[in-house]
């Protein structure tokens, strides 16, 4: 069973960087047609999907968000990570990671709360 756990700072200022990584367990984040996404839910609102980045490493990310997000990863350690920049308090809301195969995300992590306030 894959499980996931993201993990990062909770506080973010205004115009910073927001970086969270996100560590699975139970299967490869190199597994076939596995595909791995950073999801958001901002207080109040739905779920804003954010990007993918594919068992290739291949990336592909929200057109709303496509300027400011990154996803990577890191093989060795079975970790992918997040980064939106120039964040401003819009951006608060719980972040989550999520794995899954043709866009059906079967795996979630927990979600971590990421408010951004000077």
């Known amino acids: 069973q894959v499980q996931l756990l993201e993990s990062g700072p909770g506080l973010v200022k205004p115009s910073q960087t927001l970086s969270l990584t996100c560590t699975v367990s139970g299967g490869s984040i190199t597994s076939s047609d596995y595909a791995w996404s950073w999801i958001r839910q901002p207080p109040g609102k739905g779920l804003d999907w954010m990007g993918v980045?594919?068992?290739?490493?291949?990336?592909y990310y929200s057109p709303s968000l496509k300027s400011r997000t990154s996803i990577s990863r890191d093989t060795s350690k079975n970790q992918f990570s997040l980064q939106l920049n120039s964040v401003t308090p819009e951006d608060t809301a719980v972040y989550y990671c999520?794995?899954?195969?043709?866009?059906?995300?079967?795996?979630w992590g927990q979600g971590t709360q990421v408010t951004v306030s000077s």
């Open positions: 980045i594919y068992n290739d490493g291949s990336t």
């Open positions: 999520a794995g899954g195969v043709n866009w059906v995300y079967d795996s």
